[in-house]
């Protein structure tokens, strides 16, 4: 059941589509930030660790 | 207890970290659900037609756009009164999702303008304004990534975002004087919420929650990552320093 | 003078700089208005160049929008301000760039005059030797840009209240960047969404003086935002270059 969205179709699903693609793009972003520094993280502790243990 | 507790960086992880899948959660749902029952269950406006759907995406991004500037002005005001690390990192990691905010808002007025106003860009001063804000955003990033000593652009950038709030406050009065413009405010602005029939209006609170929520779960995740980066090169310092 | 004085004082104006603020310090900003602006005059150029910027814009314009004169006349008052504007952007680093790099900020900030002062000083070197020439050279300009004689009175009046606020916003973003390498662009894109409600007041004034409106309004707010920025902004920037000097 899609909504009939007449002639002004063009301008909502643009609107909703760059709007998710948007915050698909920040939070992607994040996340891919947030693995990065995660791994980069654990790879320095356990390095420290072997050594210092 | 006090609130300044959760300053300390460890106490922040260990509290958000339980925190931070349940803010993601009501999230998700609150959007989903909101903008579902905005998108298919709404009736279309008898003067703007469909485009009344686009305001379940503009009302809440731009205020949220405001919201987040306020947010990075209280954790600057914090960050340069009490130095709390994780006030100056809240700061830095709302600021691209201020940003983000910022262009959907003007990115959804752009297209739901151009079939009611005829254009798709009006020098209107609501408009205007969140350009301006798009620029104070640019320059407050730009200039957290341009300096390289973390502490001192902490305080630069909280240092200009007072500075800058000032002046966002005063460049949207002086486009307000410089073009009245054809916003319609009342229609769309939440203090004169009588002038939304109620059948858009209970959606549209449900995607302003939702907005909410995903902007503290981006924050709340991105400072976690800001506070892991700083862990990460303070650990790499010692380790030159062995 | 002043430099020997300096007694070792980094943050904010303790109380023996202000007990010799009233000697000292006085004859201290003299002397470092009168350095800056020899500095400005002979170091070759850096500041008139500011200048030929601006006859570029006029000249480029109307290159630009075509020759029709009531067209130009229309956009003069903006196309001036937003000359004049972005000429004022081009001597921003300057300001504070140079003594960074040759170690005579931190002598300034560890002299007995207070830094907010030595801001605001500099600040007012940096518009005796752009603002003060641009507002000159505007109404020359105006002639290529076909301004109507109605308007004159008031962009020669609307850019000397207006400059000021000019050089001391730009003093302010120097002071941010004054640490950051190749700190050009960022400056650009610091101060010119801060100059916004000035240029908008600014431009309004002349339009209206223009139009025979009422132009005495966005005056008067431009006004007060050039002492607004006066007052407050050297303090703001003095904290900027103290967190730059740590």
């Not at chain 2, 300096?147 to 200009?160: F, G, H, I, K, M």
């Not at chain 3, 301004?147 to 730009?170: H, M």
Request: hydrophobic share 60%.
């Amino acid at each position: 059941m899609m909504p009939d969205l007449g002639k002004y179709a063009f301008a909502v699903l643009a609107s909703y589509g760059a709007s998710v693609a948007l915050l698909a793009a920040i939070v992607g972003a994040s996340l891919w930030q947030r693995a990065r520094v995660k791994a980069q993280l654990r790879e320095v502790e356990a390095r420290q660790e072997g050594r210092d243990g | 207890m006090s609130i300044w507790e959760y300053a300390n960086p460890k106490k922040f992880m260990a509290s958000t970290g339980w925190l931070l899948p349940w803010v993601w959660g009501m999230a998700g749902l609150c959007l989903l659900v909101g903008l579902i029952w905005g998108y298919f269950f709404t009736p279309d406006d008898f003067r703007q037609g469909s485009t009344v759907k686009i305001i379940y995406l503009h009302v809440p991004s731009a205020m949220m756009a405001i919201n987040a500037w306020v947010m990075m002005l209280v954790a600057s005001l914090i960050w340069l009164i009490r130095r709390h690390h994780v006030s100056a990192l809240a700061a830095k990691a709302a600021a691209p999702v201020g940003l983000t905010f910022t262009v959907i808002a003007l990115v959804t007025g752009a297209l739901w303008g151009q079939p009611m106003w005829g254009t798709w860009w009006a020098w209107d001063p609501r408009l205007t304004s969140f350009l301006i804000l798009t620029l104070f955003y640019l320059g407050y990033i730009a200039l957290w990534q341009a300096v390289e000593n973390p502490d001192t652009a902490a305080d630069l950038t909280a240092v200009l975002c007072l500075v800058g709030s000032v002046f966002a406050l005063l460049s949207r009065y002086a486009v307000l004087f410089w073009n009245q413009g054809l916003h319609q405010g009342a229609s769309l602005s939440l203090d004169k919420e009588e002038n939304v029939a109620d059948v858009f209006w209970f959606p549209l609170l449900v995607c302003i929650a939702g907005f909410v929520l995903l902007f503290v779960a981006l924050v709340l995740m991105r400072t976690r990552t800001e506070i892991r980066a700083r862990r990460l090169q303070a650990l790499i310092a010692r380790e030159r320093l062995a | 003078m002043f430099l020997q004085r300096g007694s070792g004082r980094g943050f904010g104006c303790g109380r023996d700089g202000w007990a010799g603020f009233g000697v000292a310090g006085g004859a201290g900003m003299w002397a470092l208005l009168i350095r800056d602006l020899r500095l400005a005059v002979r170091a070759g150029g850096g500041f008139g160049l500011g200048l030929a910027f601006f006859l570029l814009v006029a000249v480029l314009v109307p290159l630009g929008v075509g020759p029709e004169g009531d067209v130009l006349g229309r956009i003069a008052p903006g196309i001036l301000w937003v000359g004049a504007l972005l000429a004022c952007l081009l001597s921003l680093d300057r300001i504070f760039a140079l003594d960074f790099e040759d170690g005579s900020l931190d002598l300034l900030a560890t002299a007995p005059i207070p830094l907010e002062g030595v801001v605001a000083v500099k600040a007012l070197a940096h518009w005796l030797v752009t603002g003060v020439p641009l507002t000159l050279a505007a109404p020359v300009l105006g002639v290529l840009l076909n301004l109507p004689a109605a308007g004159y009175g008031w962009l020669v009046l609307s850019l000397a209240l207006g400059t000021p606020a000019l050089s001391v916003i730009g003093a302010f973003g120097a002071a941010l960047v004054v640490g950051v390498k190749r700190g050009g662009l960022l400056l650009s894109l610091l101060v010119l969404p801060l100059y916004v409600p000035t240029l908008i007041f600014g431009a309004e004034a002349v339009s209206r003086g223009v139009a025979g409106q009422a132009a005495e309004v966005p005056l008067l707010l431009m006004t007060g935002i050039t002492l607004g920025a006066a007052a407050l902004l050297p303090f703001a920037a003095a904290a900027a270059i103290r967190i730059n000097l740590r």
